[in-house]
Nanobody
Framework: QVQLVESGGGLVQPGGALRPSCAASGINSTDPMGWYRQAPGEQRELVAFINSGGSTAYADSGKGRFAITRDNTKNTMYLQMNSLKPEDTAVYYC?????????????????WGQGTQVTVSS
């Protein structure tokens, strides 16, 4: 059973930094993972993604400021967020994907954590 638990959110002033983490159990090192966020009244959006090979991708909003990493020995994923802005305020969610292919059938499973609040305010 897959379980994702985020921690490390909080209140920070504009220009500050946070490093939320996602402790994962029941996932494989080959499962791609990512961070999403959802601000009040907005849809959930992808922030950063990391695949099993360590390749990463970022939404334009976080390029140059955010860095996603994962430590497979600790089953933990991180999101280093620097130069935070008020518009980064949101609940940040950890996501893991598992794709199962059986013959011609491809099934994608998505797993989510409960989220951690990040608030950027002076």
């Amino acid at each position: 059973q897959v379980q994702l638990v985020e921690s490390g959110g909080g209140l920070v002033q504009p220009g500050g930094a946070l490093r939320p983490s996602c402790a994962a159990s029941g996932i494989n090192s080959t499962d791609p993972m990512g961070w999403y966020r959802q601000a009040p009244g907005e849809q959930r959006e992808l922030v950063a993604f990391i695949n099993s090979g360590g390749s990463t991708a970022y939404a334009d909003s976080g390029k140059g400021r955010f860095a996603i990493t994962r430590d497979n020995t600790k089953n933990t994923m991180y999101l280093q967020m620097n130069s935070l802005k008020p518009e980064d305020t949101a609940v940040y969610y950890c996501n893991a994907q598992r794709i199962v292919v059986m013959g011609l059938k491809r099934t994608e499973y998505n797993y989510w954590g409960q989220g951690t609040q990040v608030t950027v305010s002076s």
